[in-house]
C-alpha cells in the first residue's frame, strides 16, 4: 500500500510521474533503449532537456525576460559557493534564516565580505526577520524562500535595487509570485521538482561576467549557459523526471492551481496544531511554511502512543530534523490533501484517547 508520505526530502512525487519515469528506464519512447542507456547527446535527450528548460521559465512567468534555465549538478549545496564564486565581486548581504542560509554564508566568504543583514539564530530560527536594512553597494542580497528545518517561510521580499539571489529548494512551483524580482534563483530537485541528482538555476543573464577573478569551467554559469547546460554529462534521469514532473504542474493548471492545493493543506493541520491542546507549533504564526509544518507534543510521555499511531495510519518521515526535534510534516506539491488529513485524524484521535 502506497504510504502517506510527509518526508522533507527526497520526498514524494505524483505517482504518475513515478509510473512514467519507470516506464522509461524500461523503454523509452518505443525506442527500444531506456532512458538511462541513450547518448546524451541524441535527439531524444536534448529534446527532453530543452522541453524541462522551457518549462522551467514558462511556469515561473519569465520567458523572454532574459533569463536562462540550467540543470547542473552538485545539489543547492554546490550553489551555495557557485553563487558567489560567479556574483561576488566585494561584498554580498545574506537573510541568515537558517541552517541553509548559514552554510551558504560560510562558503560565500570563501570569496569576499558577508553581510549578514539580519538573523533569526538566537532564537533557533523560529522567525524571520523583518524591518532589517539593506546596505548600499551590495554585490546580491542572499534570501533563502523556504526554511525547510524550521518550517518558516519569507512572505514578503524586499523590494530593492540590490540584485536578489534567492535559494528556494524547498518551494520552488509551489506558491504563485513575480519571479522577475530575482536575478537569480537555484533549487535542488529533491524537494518538489524531481529525483536528486539535478539543481535548477534560473539565473538573468544580465548580472553575470562582472567579477574580475578566473572561475573554473564547471563553476561557470557562463560555461553551462553557451553549452545550453549539456557542458558535460547532465543527471539525464532527474532531469526528464523533474521534465515530467513539470509537464504534470501545467496540467493541473500552472502554479496557481497547485498553490490553491498547498493553502488547503497548509490550513488544514495548522488549525488542527492550534485547535488541540496536546500540541504546539514551532514557528512564529505569521511565517509558517505551507511546505514544512513544525511542531511538537506538549507532553513527551505521549510519544510513544503517537509514534505508533502515526506509523499505524501508514504515514512515512514526519519526525522532525535533529536540530528542533518534535515532528515535521513536509507537504510538497504532489502530497495529496487526504494524507494531510490521514495525518489531522491521528492527531485528533490522540487527544480522544489521552
Ligand atoms: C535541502 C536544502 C538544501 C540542500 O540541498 P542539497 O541539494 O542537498 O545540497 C539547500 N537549501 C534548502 C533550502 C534546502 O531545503
Known amino acids: 500500500m502506497k504510504k502517506h508520505n510527509f518526508s522533507a526530502g527526497p520526498c514524494i512525487l505524483p505517482q504518475e510521474v513515478f509510473k512514467e519515469a519507470s516506464q522509461a528506464v524500461l523503454d523509452f519512447n518505443n525506442s527500444g533503449l531506456s532512458i538511462l542507456e541513450i547518448s546524451h547527446r541524441s535527439k531524444d535527450f536534448v529534446d527532453v532537456m530543452e522541453e524541462a528548460r522551457s518549462l522551467v521559465l514558462e511556469l515561473l512567468g519569465l520567458e523572454g525576460k532574459g533569463y536562462k534555465t540550467l540543470f547542473l549538478q552538485g545539489g543547492a549545496s554546490t550553489q551555495f559557493l557557485m553563487t558567489a564564486y560567479n556574483l561576488l565581486q566585494t561584498k554580498a548581504g545574506y537573510l541568515n534564516t537558517g541552517t541553509w542560509s548559514d552554510k551558504a554564508i560560510k562558503e560565500a566568504k570563501l570569496f569576499g565580505e558577508i553581510v549578514e543583514v539580519a538573523s533569526s539564530k538566537d532564537s533557533n ?25 524550521f518550517g518558516t517561510q519569507l512572505k514578503d521580499f524586499p523590494s530593492t535595487d540590490t540584485a536578489l539571489v534567492c535559494d528556494m529548494s524547498s518551494d520552488i512551483f509551489s506558491r504563485q509570485m513575480d519571479f522577475s524580482q530575482f536575478d537569480l534563483i537555484y533549487a535542488g530537485a529533491q524537494k518538489n521538482m524531481g529525483p536528486a541528482g539535478a539543481t535548477v538555476v534560473v539565473v538573468k543573464e544580465d548580472i553575470l561576467g562582472k567579477v574580475n577573478r578566473q572561475i573554473p569551467s564547471m563553476l561557470d554559469y557562463q560555461t553551462h549557459i553557451s553549452k545550453s547546460s549539456m557542458f558535460n554529462t547532465p543527471p ?81 518521515g514526519i519526525n522532525g530534523h535533529r ?26 484521535d490522540l487527544e480522544r484517547k489521552a
Do not use: C, Q
Open 125 to 149: 530560527f523560529n522567525f524571520i526577520p523583518k524591518g532589517y536594512n539593506i546596505p548600499k553597494g551590495l554585490d546580491y542580497l542572499h534570501l533563502t524562500s523556504n526554511n525547510t528545518i
Open 236 to 316: 539525464v534521469f532527474s532531469v526528464y523526471t523533474s521534465m515530467l514532473t513539470l509537464k504534470w504542474i501545467k496540467k493541473l493548471g500552472g502554479i496557481s492551481a497547485v498553490e490553491e492545493l498547498n493553502e488547503k493543506k497548509a490550513k488544514l493541520i495548522y488549525s488542527e496544531i492550534d485547535v488541540n491542546p496536546l500540541f504546539e507549533g514551532f514557528a512564529a504564526k505569521e511565517d509558517r511554511s505551507m511546505m514544512n509544518a513544525t511542531f511538537r507534543l506538549l507532553n513527551d510521555d505521549l510519544k510513544e502512543a503517537f509514534d505508533a499511531m502515526w506509523k499505524e495510519a501508514g504515514i512515512n
Open 323 to 348: 536540530s528542533i526535534g518534535g515532528y515535521r510534516a513536509s507537504m510538497y506539491n504532489a502530497l495529496s490533501l487526504e494524507s494531510v488529513a490521514t495525518l489531522v485524524d491521528v492527531m485528533g
